[in-house]
């Protein structure tokens, strides 16, 4: 048996009266999804344990089988696993997003308008973050350049006690109530400061203003942590896995619990991904050994971000298309036994661009063991269902369990 997790970053969202009161997957053509739900088991889980910020970090940790609350030290020091960076349990990092921000004359007075600096590219970004260490770099502080808007700061020995914001909550809002706080806040706050002068006229946004795209011209400090410790994955379930993504945080969490990190050319986070290279990437990796393979998709959870309605519904039809039908077809043509599981890790609702902590809707399909499921993958069909998973870390235990194991939570 082979074992497949589609994970859709942001995808789930609320209805939208522009959509007639429908939600984004609602709307979204996605037959193959709706297949596997005809024929699976759907309901909803909360990944995202109360108390706890509603972020990727702790919501794919409990996809993933691990309970944030007795495992989560911050999702900076993840990511810094994927990047290879080597942490000491003293030192304390920090995400460092190239952010787009309004230009009032005083920082705190200033608008974030662009968690992600118009979808900077990783080249751009790593030209600008190889200058910010050169200038403001020292033996205790370091910036490592990561993918897209998505970089870190190290703080070697640094202080442990910090309060920060991410910069996705607070897009259009002025920053000045959600700078950093802490014993040593105004470093940072300073820094982020003279990063704005800093980048102002730096060369990639002199070009990145002629083509008619928002400037990275500042940094946003947020996401403290310390180097982490997760139980290997293979001990856990006693599956070989391997991860998918774009983005360094999980692939982290992959590194971090002992899984492979596969790499895909043209993986970028946003709309445009690779997402058939993808699915081939992991049928070539479950039909070389691997037992278990998490493919996790970015680009919802921009589009939420963004506003941008229409590209949120067409992420949806790509993932449904180019992955999860690819992966019916290849599977079945190899004659492999699978199950697959589909969802996402929050929702990011397009009325809010910022994520939730409502339980999101799952389906499994089992290949072998085809059941009368629901006729539509959507937030309203699972909730109808009455299945809810409250312990999110639970439900990696019930997708790998044999048999249907839905009524282990109703």
Not at 210 to 215: A, L, T
Not at 243 to 263: F, H, N, P, Q, T
């Amino acid at each position: 048996m082979k074992y497949i997790v589609v994970l859709g970053d942001g995808m789930a969202d609320y209805p939208l009266t522009e959509l007639e009161g429908k939600t984004p997957l609602q709307v979204a053509k996605k037959p193959h999804l709706d297949a596997l739900t005809r024929q699976g088991v759907l309901g909803l889980v909360r990944t995202v344990p109360e108390g706890m910020q509603p972020g990727s970090d702790t919501a794919n940790l409990s996809v993933l089988g691990y309970n944030p609350q007795e495992c989560y030290t911050g999702r900076s020091p993840l990511e810094a696993a994927s990047m290879g960076i080597k942490l000491q349990p003293e030192d304390i990092t920090f995400r460092c997003n190239l952010v787009t921000l309004s230009t009032e004359d005083a920082y705190e007075e200033r608008i974030m308008l662009d968690n992600s600096a118009d979808e900077i590219s990783t080249a751009e970004a790593r030209s600008i973050i190889e200058d910010l260490d050169r200038h403001f770099g020292t033996e205790a502080l370091r910036f490592y350049p990561g993918v897209a808007y998505r970089h870190l700061l190290v703080w070697r020995n640094g202080p442990q006690k910090w309060q920060t914001t991410p910069p996705h909550d607070i897009l259009d809002q002025p920053v000045t109530k959600y700078l950093p706080q802490g014993p040593a806040a105004e470093k940072m706050v300073t820094l982020m400061k003279e990063s704005a002068a800093f980048l102002d006229n730096h060369p990639v946004n002199q070009e990145r203003r002629k083509k008619g795209r928002m400037p990275a011209n500042s940094i946003w400090i947020w996401g403290e942590g310390q180097k982490p410790a997760l139980p290997s994955f293979t001990d856990k379930y006693g599956l070989r896995g391997g991860v998918i993504s774009a983005v360094d945080l999980i692939k982290g969490i992959g590194v971090c619990a002992g899984m492979e990190v596969i790499e895909v050319e043209g993986a970028t986070g946003y709309l445009e991904t690779n997402y058939a290279g993808k699915a081939k990437a992991a049928l070539a990796a479950l039909q070389k050994g691997l037992d278990f393979i998490y493919i996790h998709i970015e680009a919802p959870d921009e589009c939420g971000h963004r506003q941008e309605r229409d590209n949120k519904i067409k992420a949806i039809e790509f993932i449904d298309e180019r992955i999860i039908g690819l992966l019916k077809q290849e599977l079945a043509a190899a004659g492999l036994a699978y199950k697959m599981m589909v969802l996402p890790d929050h929702a990011t609702p397009l009325a809010l661009r910022t994520h939730t902590d409502d339980p999101v809707p799952f389906v499994i399909y089992d290949s072998t063991n085809p059941v009368k499921g629901a006729q539509s993958y959507d937030e309203q069909a699972a909730a109808q269902t009455g299945y809810l998973v409250e312990a999110g870390h639970t439900l990696m235990d019930i997708f790998l369990a044999p048999g249907r194991g839905e009524d282990d939570n109703n």
